[in-house]
């Protein structure tokens, strides 16, 4: 099956869980509420299980941190770019400025990113290995500190005492310890297939397995009544520069490197991942634009349908 094939069927695949949780929201066995409770069931569990159980068993390369620095370089661009457009062609107050770069810059590698290459790589060690020490240092440390600190000075709640978390704890939240554990697993060569070790290997990948599934639930808990009228002008902006100058950006700079095409394929799938849920959960807790936030966090990953399969064509 080709890569435009597979990205396809992964989009399908995707709505369709969407469907199904939307369904049990219409049954009362899920509700908006639990968002954030799925949400850390997958940052605070199934995504470090996933993340060391892959990477431990993965080859790290040199051009796997050059994919990443790319795509740190492309999300850099879109956060000035985002923050020029926000403040004087949008014309939006600090607290929405906020929530509009977050949304145009980083994208969902910890949710759609990982549960994408999943499904389109047909669970490939190797393959989920790359795309997670790619997706983690070009787009998860970034987010995870440059991304909460625009939101921390963005929103109302910036300056109340203690809601600023060190650098250290976040630096050292579940995930960033999985993966730099899982590098260092493998770059000592430490077995995974002896008696024991394979055993605990062999639950985590069935753990991780859930993600797909979860990664729906989240996206299909946050979909909610919003005034799309008011934020057309945001949204069309926003996703320009998410799905389009992004991934292009990416294809670009790619095309001059030397990272071999394979590397190139995945590099640039997370690229053009819509954005990531963080944005809403940065804007909830600092007091910035929520509704905003959820706006082009959404409208993100329903036009994903129609982008993701583009941009693995360019690939």
């Known amino acids: 099956m080709s890569l435009v094939a597979s990205v396809a069927s992964f989009v399908v695949i995707f709505l369709l869980m969407i469907g199904l949780v939307l369904w049990l929201r219409f049954r009362g066995v899920l509700n908006p509420a639990q968002g954030p409770v799925v949400s850390r069931v997958i940052t605070e569990g199934l995504l470090p299980a996933m993340i060391f159980c892959y990477v431990a068993r993965a080859r790290e390369e040199p051009s796997y941190l050059a994919a990443a620095a790319v795509i740190a370089v492309a999300e850099a661009i879109a956060c000035g770019a985002s923050a020029a457009i926000g403040r004087y062609l949008l014309r939006m107050e600090r607290r929405s400025l906020g929530s509009f770069v977050l949304a145009s810059s980083f994208g969902s590698t910890s949710l759609i990113g990982n549960a994408m290459l999943e499904v389109v790589f047909h669970g490939k060690t190797a393959v989920l290995g790359m795309g997670m020490v790619i997706g983690q240092f070009g787009v998860g440390v970034p987010n995870n500190t440059i991304g909460l600190w625009i939101g921390m000075i963005s929103g109302d709640r910036a300056a109340t005492p203690g809601a600023r978390p060190s650098g250290l704890s976040i630096l050292w939240s579940p995930v960033v ?114 509704e905003l936030a959820t706006g082009l966090v959404v409208s993100s990953a329903l036009l994903s349908v129609a982008t993701l399969p583009l941009v693995s064509w360019l690939s």
């Open 177 to 290: 310890i999985a993966l730099l554990a899982g590098v260092g697993w493998s770059l000592l060569g430490i077995p995974s297939t002896t008696p024991g070790i394979a055993t605990v290997f062999g639950a985590l990948t069935l753990v991780a397995a859930a993600l797909p599934f979860l990664a729906a639930v989240v996206t299909g808990l946050s979909l909610a009544p919003l005034d799309w009228r008011r934020l057309a002008p945001a949204i069309l902006c926003s996703q320009a520069l998410m799905l389009l100058a992004k991934p292009l950006l990416v294809w670009w700079v790619l095309s001059l490197t030397g990272i071999r095409t394979f590397d190139q394929e995945v590099t640039l799938l997370l690229a053009a991942l819509p954005a990531s849920p963080l944005a809403v959960a940065f804007a909830s807790r600092f007091g910035g634009d929520a």
